[in-house]
């Protein structure tokens, strides 16, 4: 079978599923399927396969740890009181985001980009869902435990989309009679 017919095949037919899950039986886990897609095509950008999931685990974490220690410090302190919600975050973003960047000095941590979508999962989760004053909580309303599940398991969708396309391409033509 052609690559992208295979592809097309496991990414369509996996999404579908995931999406199915994520709206239905597993609503309740406050996964959200573009997280998953994100954590997805991390996986994939950094070239798949185990490497590629290692890096994608490890890059998308840290953006959803600095982007929690941006919502904690703007919801569990006292300087939004003090300058406004805006200017707070402003400041907490600009400090987390930088850090995510230098961060980069170490080799694990040097696909900057890949930190983007769980720094965006975590800060969109908490804004999209009204749960930012959340943050402490150890249960799924967390965004950022809601944005590391879901990314966690976009690494998984884009390893198993990845086995089963070579399967599928490797398969053996039946030969015609």
Known sequence: MPLLTALALTVGGFGGILTYLCLGPL?????QIWAIFLGAASFFGLGGKEAGLKAQITQNFLGVLTAWIALVLVTQTALAAAIGLPAAAGIFVAITAGAFVLAANMPMFAAIPFTVPGYASTAAIALLTGAAGKVLEP?????AIAAGLSLLIGGGYGYVCEKVTGMLVAAPVPAKA
């Open 27 to 31: 609503a309740f886990a406050n996964l």
């Open 139 to 143: 249960t799924v309303a967390n965004p």
